[in-house]
């Protein structure tokens, strides 16, 4: 059993950057692969970026590359969300979640585990 619990939103402007964490409990933290979805209002909840058990393999959905970067802390716990170039459409709850696979999937029935998310809203 995995625990996830999401911080570090907030109300930034556009261009400003955010670092999202994700603490996780349980001892096979590191077994996990970790993603992050984000769910804007009235649309589907989707992929944004994962990072494999070792950390040394990441993906990210088109529209973040180059400008989101998901990692692993040193201590494997912990799993963070760099945004930097915040746009408004980037505006959503982010959800931390967690997959049982050795890597990252953008398919989001892969993700048993899920915490209650964090809001992140981008002003124009």
């Known amino acids: 059993q995995v625990q996830l619990v999401e911080s570090g939103g907030g109300l930034v402007q556009a261009g400003d950057s955010l670092r999202l964490s994700c603490a996780a409990s349980?001892?096979?933290?590191?077994?996990?692969?970790m993603a992050w979805f984000r769910q804007a209002p009235g649309k589907e909840r989707e992929f944004v970026a994962g990072?494999?058990?070792?950390?040394?393999?990441?993906r990210y959905a088109e529209s973040v590359k180059d400008r989101f970067t998901i990692s692993r802390g040193s201590a494997k716990n912990t799993v963070y969300l760099q945004m930097n170039s915040l746009k408004p459409e980037d505006t959503a709850v982010y959800h931390c979640?967690?997959?049982?696979?050795?890597?990252?999937?953008?398919?989001?029935?892969?993700?048993?585990?899920w915490g209650q998310g964090t809001q992140v809203t981008v002003s124009s």
């Open positions: 979640a967690a997959s049982r696979n050795t890597l990252a999937t953008t398919n989001i029935n892969a993700y048993p585990y």
């Open positions: 990072v494999s058990t070792s950390g040394g393999s990441t």
């Open positions: 349980g001892r096979t933290f590191s077994t996990y692969a």
